[in-house]
């Protein structure tokens, strides 16, 4: 593959506009760029670890709002390379203290060889209005490929209010692009807070709102406001839908609401005050709800399509002790995982969509929340209980086997997993209130999300690449 590419992105017209921040690709211009076939066999080679550097923007001194979008940008995409793990990165206390890169010739190719780089990603910003143009070049440092552009990108149209949301399509592609990775850049996290019930004048009962952020904490933004309970968002695929769970009618039901339009949300579950609808899950193609309720009497796990037709009870449960909760899906939707209580304690199953070929799981205690791995993994996440408090547990669904992600500290519950797979979200108390953290395969807590509040029921959007 040749990657020495010029690609023009127009991003001017893909905020989101409940956010405002979050960007997509809406069209490209290719065109050939001089390189060197040693830098081409590097970048298209996936397993090769690249260490690039990020050297601190080129401030114009005569402009501070595109200073300010430039450093923006410079520190988001850091942050975005950073969370993948796929190129190794000068440190930003080390990148910090070289000289900002005006252009080619005035790198300082030896001290960066001193650092380990094997590229130094450098970044020109310019602005027409509201307007933002970013120019990213990258550079080979060493002998051989020193002042050599291996690879080059022109983001045109984004906006110096939206930096941020350019420097996440950037990385994006970045990562598609150079280590075929489909990254989490422009993904959202929706969540659980109680931080309303902390102002001033806030009703006294429990209240908890639906909130939504960036993948890494940033933007932080109120989607419900009826200072009830609301509970366990779930996105759909589109990235813009949420289904949710509110008490706003007393009795808890399932509320649907696309938050690029202004239109009420829809309630397919169609609660009563005689029954309770929680815990949703899209299936993959965004077209049903599976859910747990108390339709039939007892709990069970139903599916809906998402217009409120075809409601129908797949595990018809005869027994009122024992309890069918937490749906999720399969990479495919051809099988549903879901929790049960019928062998005592609450354990995982798998069934098939239709609701046949029922089979458990899991034999840990204190089994809760479990949340099905894009492909290409094969495992669920799910919370398990420990003395004192709780995991978050990997089962592989092949081979039945179990490993641990959390280790025991604080209280961590209600995984979901990121699109490409590769972390999962969740809450904790390891420092104090619960909080939503992202953590690693490996176990490394990545990033902490939230620190306002009690903030619970994560949920990683499943939006797709442009």
């Known amino acids: 593959m040749r990657l020495a590419v010029v690609l023009t992105i127009c991003c001017a017209a893909c905020a989101v506009a409940i956010a405002g921040h979050s960007a997509r690709v809406i069209a490209a211009r290719m065109a050939p760029q001089q390189t060197s076939t040693e830098i081409d066999v590097t970048l298209s080679n996936p397993s090769k670890v690249l260490r690039l550097a990020i050297p601190p923007f080129a401030a114009s001194g005569t402009d501070a709002e595109l200073d300010a979008a430039g450093r923006t940008v410079s520190e988001t995409l850091w942050t975005d390379i950073n969370f993948e793990e796929e190129f190794d990165l000068v440190s930003r206390d080390a990148a910090s203290k070289m000289p900002p890169v005006d252009s080619i010739d005035a790198i300082p190719y030896d001290r960066w060889v001193e650092l380990g780089a094997d590229f130094v990603v450098a970044l020109h910003a310019k602005r027409d209005g509201a307007a933002l143009t970013i ?80 993948y890494d904490g940033e933007n932080q933004r109120r989607i419900t406001a009826n200072q009830v309970l609301n509970l366990a968002p779930s996105w759909a695929p589109d990235g ?29 579950a169609a609660g009563t005050m005689q029954m309770e609808n929680m815990m949703p899950a899209f299936s993959p193609d965004g077209t049903k709800i599976a859910f747990s309720s108390t339709r039939s009497g007892n709990w069970d796990i139903w599916v809906v399509n998402v217009d409120g037709t075809d409601r129908h009870n797949l595990t018809n449960n005869a027994n009122s002790s024992v309890v069918n909760n937490c749906p999720t899906w399969s990479p495919t939707g051809a099988q549903i995982a879901f929790t049960s209580t019928r062998a005592g304690s609450n354990q995982i199953y798998v069934m098939n969509a239709d609701g046949t070929g029922v089979e458990r799981l899991t034999s840990d205690p204190g089994v809760d929340r479990p949340t099905w791995s894009p492909a290409p993994f094969n495992d669920i996440a799910y919370t398990s209980g420990i003395p004192g408090g709780h995991d978050i547990n990997l089962v592989d669904v092949a081979t039945r086997q179990v490993r641990v992600l959390t280790s025991g500290l604080g209280n961590n519950s209600s ?52």
């Open 415 to 466: 995984p979901t997993f990121a699109p490409n797979g590769r972390h999962v979200a969740f809450y904790t108390s390891r420092w104090g209130k619960e909080q939503i953290a992202i953590i690693d395969r490996k176990g490394n807590i990545q990033l902490r999300v939230t620190t306002l509040g009690a903030n619970t029921f994560p949920s990683w959007s499943r939006t797709p690449r442009s």
């Open 135 to 214: 120019d990213l070049q990258f550079v080979g440092v060493r002998t051989s490929s020193a002042k050599k552009i291996g690879y080059a990108q022109t983001y045109a149209s984004c906006t110096v209010a939206a930096a941020r949301a350019c420097a996440h399509v950037i990385a994006d592609d970045l990562h598609k692009t150079i280590r075929r990775l489909d990254g989490v850049a422009q993904t959202r996290l929706a969540f659980v807070s109680d931080r309303d019930a902390l102002r001033p004048g806030a009703p006294a009962r429990p209240t908890k709102e639906i909130y939504i952020s960036d």
């Open 240 to 268: 813009n839908t949420l289904a949710y769970v509110s008490y706003i009618a007393q009795s808890p039901d399932i509320f649907v609401r696309n938050l690029l339009e202004a239109r009420p949300p829809s309630r397919p």
